[in-house]
């Protein structure tokens, strides 16, 4: 099997350790101090991840993985795929829906910045799948893709809400950028949560347990590993507000008290006041008029657009 397994590294070695650097030097000089929130995904921020989308608060991936269930075969047959990439790979289930609705000889390109994901993802897709194909590429997806040679048509699967995580002007430049990449015939399948009442909001972003705290302050567990950083978690709350103007969640990091965090890799120390927040994470939240007008503006024709019986959470199926 290994010769139907290929890994790709887009990302020079040390590119992630010059990128924390870079975005912990703009993010936390400014005011408000913010960090982009690709950082909490070392391994155990991924575990944590895993363990949020088990929670009975943490509606996204369930009502996500109720949409696939229902549409995968309508996605195999409007898209007649036989390349499917996949951004930020994550957990196979929801891949694995894909896949076996797909042509058995899929070539799958699975596109996250850890190699080791990648790998255990990668092959445990290939173990019961004896003509799958899988050409996994180590890169940021932000920074601009480059794509292996694949046969067409290909489809794109962005899945989770995880472009929820851009900035407007971010997202229309990626919706954009990804567009250009593509060719007539080429897909897209976009995972978005919905806009919906704050309450259920404010719990999948605070659950009862504590799991998604344990997430946000991992960030600077992070810090303090890769730029010898002396954060201490217990001196930050773990803080989840709604804008209602902007339509997004947030997630924040309040310090107790005033504090100097020592990064010693970069020479500084950063002051918080007391009470004051770093901003870990949006997450925002679409509206299906306000989806299909983001897509068109980028470029984008949507073709399908599906949600859960409890419409949470939406799938678009979107071509260039
Ligand atoms: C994986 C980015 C889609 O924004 O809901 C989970 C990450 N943050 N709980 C999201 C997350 C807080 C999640 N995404």
New binding site residues.
Partial sequence: STSRFTLTRALPPGATAAALAADVTEGLSADPKSLP?RW?YDERGSAL?EE??TLPE?Y?TRAEHEILTRRAEDIASLTRARTLIEL?S?SSAKTRLLLDALPPDLSYVPVDVSASALEAAGRGLLADRPQLRVHAMVADFQGGLELPECPGPRLVAFL???I??LLPAERARFLESLRSLLAPGDALLLGT?LVKDPAVLLA??DDARGV?AR??KNVLRVLARELDADCDPADFDHV?LWDPEREW?E?RLRARVALTVKIRALGTGIDFKPGEDLRT?I?AKFRPGGLHSELAAAGWRTDGFWTDAGGRFALSLAFP
């Fill in positions: 929130p909490f991840f949020i989308t943490y996204p930020g994550g989770g809400g995880t929820g995580n949560d999948a972003y998604t997430f946000n989840a969640m997630m994470e997450s």
